[in-house]
T-cell receptor, first 118, second 112 residues
Framework: GAVVSQHPSWVICKSGTSVKIECRSL??????MFWYRQFPKQSLMLMAT?????????EQGVEKDKFLINHASLTLSTLTVTSAHPEDSSFYIC??????????????FGEGSRLTVL | SQELEQSPQSLIVQEGKNLTINCTSS?????LYWYKQKYGEGLIFLMM?????EEKSHEKITAKLDEKKQQSSLHITASQPSHAGIYLC????????????FGQGTTLQVKP
């Protein structure tokens, strides 16, 4: 399957600081990427859709000014958690959609990034 | 999500036994995705189903989507310890947008 990579895998930061997480599609181009959040022992919740060259669209209840998304190229989307607080501590995971070809529509996920805010 | 029910929540089977995990949606599925996750790690893509009645297999894992496109099952034949993990079904109910809602997951343990 296609490969999606996230960086960093884990990050610890102080309350009030900002943290940037990268999501890259390594062997395909993705015009659309998605960002999810997963709390311990819970399933994934969609946060936003990242569109290359345009503004991200956010799910209800997700603060767009707190979770800044930039999709500057066809292989990279970034999620910046601004002024992070302990309640933002979570596992953030991205997905990218394969467009075109025999397996078009398949969605591949990154390894996830665990954020701990002290 | 209440729109997507996954069952059972947990499963313990003896190595070599078959098992089935179900995923039921209250809405039409434009795409149904099966993933495997180890706790705290990324999701490993297993299969995507889009057409009513579709069935796909990979090694010892078979996934089916019913004709009405509201229910899917994942079947593992002759389970092995390597099959242990958390299985998640993700459903695209928003018109093939790629936005998924997920079931609560099924934790599978395989006893050697």
């Amino acid at each position: 399957g296609a490969v999606v990579s996230q960086h960093p895998s884990w990050v610890i930061c102080k309350s009030g600081t900002s943290v940037k997480i990268e999501c890259r599609s390594l062997d395909f181009q993705a015009t659309t990427m998605f960002w999810y959040r997963q709390f311990p022992k819970q399933s994934l919740m969609l946060m936003a859709t990242s569109n290359e060259g345009s503004k991200a669209t956010y799910e209800q209840g997700v603060e767009k000014d707190k979770f800044l998304i930039n999709h500057a190229s066809l292989t990279l989307s970034t999620l910046t958690v601004t002024s992070a607080h302990p309640e933002d501590s979570s596992f953030y995971i991205c997905s990218a959609r394969l467009a075109g070809g025999r397996n078009t529509g398949e969605l591949f996920f990154g390894e996830g990034s665990r954020l701990t805010v002290l | 999500s209440q729109e997507l029910e996954q069952s059972p929540q947990s499963l313990i089977v003896q190595e070599g036994k078959n098992l089935t995990i179900n995923c039921t949606s209250s809405k039409t599925l434009y795409g149904l995705y099966w993933y495997k996750q180890k706790y705290g790690e990324g999701l490993i893509f297993l299969m995507m189903l889009q057409k009513g009645g579709e069935e796909k297999s990979h090694e010892k894992i078979t996934a089916k989507l019913d004709e009405k496109k509201q229910q899917s099952s994942l079947h593992i034949t002759a389970s092995q310890p390597s099959h242990a993990g958390i299985y998640l079904c993700g459903a695209d109910i928003s018109g093939n947008t790629g936005k998924l809602i997920f079931g609560q997951g099924t934790t599978l343990q395989v006893k050697p």
